[in-house]
């Protein structure tokens, strides 16, 4: 498996209280992303990473923000958590040469 | 904006019993197609990269190919072992920084 651990892996949290996940990479790769994924849905992109401190939205960024201040660490957080944030998030690498990204094993996240 | 399309959304197959998932997409510019493995409670597992139309990749019982439309998984004489959600997702070349836009999947499910 491609070295990317995402912690943590279960988690409850209540309405309206702030979240953060972390992923962790040891490929050094490049580019990093943050995914959710729902039923009917699939996986959508929600922020992405092009280097230290260099992100941008997907399509599905509103109400997370991203940080990015070492090549290893992408954290995502979400801001003010809402019930529609119950979801699995994925974190994906990429070093933008080769193939297309390896995934972590995902965040299980529920919001009461 | 790219888009990806995945059928059959479900597929049961008797062990034996060949077939083939199909993925339309369109997208400005395909830099890569991918095909993805997804089994319950993990995260996808990479399977195959295809560059451009004509292009065919095996994997043990898989192989992928592409047209300038769509891209086919054919599964030759499945097993049980091969049940998953099969994933397929499309990069854009040029300035997309190498995000992924993927289909909805589709679920196989082998009988013994």
């Known amino acids: 498996d491609a070295g990317i651990t995402q912690s943590p892996r279960h988690k409850v949290t209540e309405t309206g209280t702030p979240v953060t996940l972390r992923c962790h990479q040891t490929?050094?790769?490049?580019?990093m992303y943050w995914y959710r994924q729902d039923p009917g849905h699939g996986l959508r992109l929600i922020h992405y990473?092009?280097?230290?401190?260099?992100?941008d939205k997907g399509e599905v960024s509103d109400g997370y923000s991203v940080s990015r201040s070492k090549t290893e660490d992408f954290l995502l957080t979400l801001e003010s958590a809402t019930s529609s944030q119950t979801s699995v998030y994925f974190c994906?690498?990429?070093?933008?040469?080769?193939?297309?990204?390896?995934f972590g094993q995902g965040t299980r996240l529920t919001v009461v | 904006e790219d888009q990806v399309t995945q059928s059959p959304e479900a597929l049961r197959l008797q062990e034996g019993e060949s077939s083939s998932l199909n993925c339309s997409y369109t997208?400005?510019?395909?830099?890569?197609l991918f095909w993805y493995r997804q089994d319950p409670g993990k995260g996808p597992e990479f399977l195959f990269t295809?560059?451009?139309a004509g292009e065919e990749k095996e994997k043990e019982r898989l192989k992928a190919t592409l047209t300038k439309k769509e891209s086919f998984l054919h599964i030759t004489a499945p097993k049980p072992e091969d049940s998953a959600t099969y994933l397929c997702?499309?990069?854009?070349?040029?300035?997309?920084?190498?995000?992924?836009?993927f289909g909805k999947g589709t679920l196989l499910t082998v009988n013994p």
């Open positions: 994906a690498i990429s070093d933008g040469m080769t193939q297309g990204a390896f």
């Open positions: 490929e050094n790769h490049r580019y």
């Open positions: 990473s092009y280097g230290v401190k260099d992100t």
């Open positions: 997208v400005s510019g395909l830099r890569g």
């Open positions: 295809l560059y451009s």
């Open positions: 997702a499309v990069q854009a070349g040029g300035g997309s920084n190498y995000k992924l836009t």
